[in-house]
Nanobody, 127 residues
Framework: QVQLAESGGGLVQAGGSLRLSCAAS????????MGWFRQAPGKEREFVAA????????YTADSVKGRFTLSRTNAKNSVSLQMNGLKPEDTAVYYC????????????????????WGQGTQVTVSS
């Protein structure tokens, strides 16, 4: 079982930056692909970014490419999402996810591709 805890959300003006962090439990963290999804009110969950267990492969949604950067530190069982150039349309609850199953490829971008979810952290971008 893996437990995920997000932090770092908040309120920011358009054009600003936030850094989300996700701390994971478990002793085999480097075996898990990790990622982030988001969900805005009235909308479906949306893939944001994901990274392989070793950190060598990453996939970022077109909607945030060039603005968001995902990284992981396996020694600390953590992943971070650096969000720059935030826009009002980035407003959502952001969820950290982990995949324990084998077979992850960078284009795994569906919610059912991931096995564990955090509780979420709110990001609000004002215009």
């Amino acid at each position: 079982q893996v437990q995920l805890a997000e932090s770092g959300g908040g309120l920011v003006q358009a054009g600003g930056s936030l850094r989300l962090s996700c701390a994971a439990s478990g002793r085999t963290f480097s075996n898990y692909a990790m990622g982030w999804f988001r969900q805005a009110p009235g909308k479906e969950r949306e893939f944001v970014a994901a990274i392989s267990g070793g950190g060598g492969s990453e996939y970022t949604a077109d909607s945030v490419k060039g603005r968001f950067t995902l990284s992981r530190t396996n020694a600390k069982n953590s992943v971070s999402l650096q969000m720059n150039g935030l826009k009002p349309e980035d407003t959502a609850v952001y969820y950290c996810v982990a995949r324990a199953r084998a077979g992850w490829v960078p284009t795994r971008s569906k919610w059912f591709d991931y096995d564990y979810w955090g509780q979420g952290t709110q990001v609000t971008v004002s215009s």
